[in-house]
């Protein structure tokens, strides 16, 4: 049926047994973990029995880019093909979405920057004729442009029911779609959102589901870390004050509150800047309080007293963490931030979200590690009495379509040569590949030590992260130009599909270990030898074995590809660990030399 009603569609046994074994964790109301190689069609492997059954089904993935893709092209095509008729809702989190009150106040305030208002007036104009309010139909980024915080609203500014924009909130109105609606469409940002406000009774964004299908499953254990934690910013503590000060000026009548906010809150950011948390919290307890004497006079200031109250708790449990969480600042200065965030992932996930009585499948291309779940499992909180697991290969012929160059003679990054044999091992592989190529960093130092050098030497366009435009825009300019380059850090190690010859390279700088200070992972190493394991092995190498998966997994989409993958790293010889790393790599010829690689590239042509 299908090979003859949906377009380009192919039957792949893997993808078959997949689809029957979702089906019968939808029915049998339990949880599956399946790895779904790149190639093996995991989409339509869980679309086809989750628009079969009866139950209501949430899909949530980690990138808006495959959000919009359910959206708007599967699901409509398998509908189609199956002759079914489910509701279907997209739900995207609330910095998505136009806030009407935040956007006319802000317009009002007679304070704002013209840069601002011109920016503010736009987006007035376009909102005039949206049908979703959804801000990706603009023609421009509202937070790139500066203005985001004044045309969205955060949790803890918007005003729910309360808002005098309440029947026109586009927010709103997404999610009484999504009430209404059979099959959601949302992110997991959004669905680990929702699980924090139910934990605490603070009401819910998203309704029950009798289904949870969860792809791109790898990225739910950082996500739930920064979730179930707390960050708190100066730029926090100033939207609030900001807000304040909006409302105060609407009832005009306050002066002496006005007056008394606005010297307490030029000691919270003065005291800022000195590092000095105990003391910001004793004059933020008492804006707290003089919001709270006042609450009688708007219901926004309702809001922030509650807001205001909310921040006092996070200011708190950072002083005094609870056990199990870990707390940590970064950033100097103004841009200093505090975070706390649970040490270990799994039992949280399984406190917020497996105890529910539903049905879960987590799916991705990249959960196992040394080909074993164990370590996705401990991340997760599901063990194997609470999960079956199943693993998908690709239909991929990795030993005819790909090379891994894994050269041998690249000095250590410490060494004082380095930086040119780096340089240079680029510039030879990318004049080899002409172009065509991703060169992924490990950190954002390296990107700006390097790129803008291949920018400079190389004849073809090269696109940096953070100079070249958003990240949408780079990826535009890079489908468009065949022999362009693309260079780029996390960001682009995964949810990027370029199938063809325009990415026939991808060059990986270092084996993505975590760095030194990350106060996280020292904690997390921490406890797994406070408990007999091996922190490096059972944790360090299996986070950094995860995201370099994840961006060798760039290269072949589709069964026509052909390319190089390259990782510049001689550790993978040189130290004990470098062949559990190749033995998580694609099962392809190895190549330490140049000349194999010119050779590949020239039988290719």
């Known amino acids: 049926m299908l090979s003859t009603s949906l377009v380009g569609y192919n039957h792949r046994p893997e993808q078959a047994v997949l689809a029957l074994e979702i089906a019968e964790t939808i029915s049998g109301q339990s949880k599956l973990i399946a790895e779904a190689e790149t190639g093996t069609g995991k989409t339509l492997a869980y679309l086809i029995p989750a628009l079969r059954s009866s139950d209501k089904v949430l899909i949530s993935t ?253 200011m708190a449990q950072l002083l005094s963490p609870m056990p199990g969480y870990v707390v940590w600042d970064e950033g100097q200065g103004d841009y200093k931030k505090y975070t706390s965030a649970p040490v270990e992932t799994g039992p949280v996930l399984y406190s917020h979200l497996w105890e529910r009585e539903a049905s879960f499948v987590l799916l991705s291309a990249t959960l196992r590690v040394s080909q074993k779940f164990d370590y996705v499992r401990e991340r997760l909180g599901l063990d194997e009495a609470q999960a079956t697991s199943c693993f998908h290969p690709s239909p991929f012929d990795y030993s005819k379509q790909t090379m891994l160059y894994l050269p041998k003679h690249i000095p250590e990054p410490r060494d004082a040569d380095y930086a040119s044999v780096m340089r240079n091992e680029m510039e030879a592989l990318l004049r080899t590949s002409r172009g065509r190529a991703f060169v992924l960093f490990t950190s954002h130092y390296a990107l700006n030590q390097f790129a803008p050098k291949l920018q400079q030497n190389l004849p073809w366009q090269v696109l940096i992260q953070g100079e070249s435009g958003s990240r949408d825009a780079i990826l535009e300019a890079f489908r468009s130009d065949k022999h362009s380059i693309l260079c780029g850090t996390r960001s682009f190690w995964e949810g990027v599909d370029v199938p063809g010859e325009s990415l026939s390279l991808v060059i990986i700088d270092k084996i993505p270990f975590a760095p030194p200070t990350d106060v996280l992972l020292k904690e997390r190493t921490k406890h797994c030898e406070d408990k007999g394991g091996n922190g490096f092995m059972d944790i360090q190498l299996p986070d950094a074995i995860a995201v370099l998966r994840q961006g060798v997994g760039r290269l072949i989409r589709a069964t026509s590809d052909r390319g190089v993958i390259a990782v510049l790293d001689s550790r993978l010889f040189k130290k004990r660990y470098g062949q559990v790393v190749i033995n998580n790599l694609p099962q392809a010829p190895i190549a330490n030399d140049l000349s194999d690689i010119r050779w590949f590239f020239e039988d290719a042509e």
Not at 75 to 85: E, H, K, T, Y
Not at 167 to 191: G, T, W
Not at 192 to 213: V, W
Request: net charge negative; with cysteine.
């Open 62 to 314: 980690h990138t808006r880019a495959l959000q919009d893709q359910l959206m708007y092209r599967d699901i409509p095509a398998v509908q189609d093909a199956l002759g079914v008729r489910r509701k279907v809702a997209l739900l995207k989190g609330r910095s998505n979405y136009y806030c009407p009150q935040r956007l006319h106040i802000n317009i009002a305030n007679n304070q704002q920057e013209i840069w601002a208002k011109k920016n503010l007036l736009k987006v007035a104009k376009w909102a005039e004729s949206t049908n979703d309010g959804d801000l990706s139909a603009l023609s421009f980024d509202v937070f790139e442009q500066g203005i985001g915080p004044l045309v969205t609203a955060t949790a803890e500014q918007c005003l729910g029911s309360k808002c005098e924009s309440y029947k026109h909130c586009p927010l709103m109105k997404a999610r009484q779609k999504a009430q209404n609606a059979d099959i959601v469409v949302a992110n997991h940002s959004l669905l680990l959102a929702d699980a924090s406000l139910k934990s605490g009774d603070f009401g819910e964004i998203l309704p029950q589901f009798d289904t949870y299908i969860l792809d791109e499953a790898h990225s739910l254990p950082d996500l739930a870390s920064r979730h179930f934690g707390i960050q708190l910013s100066r730029s926090r503590l100033l939207y609030w004050l900001n807000d304040m000060q909006a409302i105060l000026d609407v009832l005009g009548d306050e002066a002496s509150l006005k007056e008394q906010m606005r010297k307490l809150g030029a000691e919270v950011i003065t005291k800022w800047a000195d590092h000095d948390l105990k003391t910001i919290q004793g004059f933020w307890n008492q804006l707290s309080d003089l919001a709270a004497s006042r609450e009688d006079r708007h219901d926004d200031i309702i809001k922030l007293s509650a807001r205001a109250a909310i921040i006092s708790e996070d």
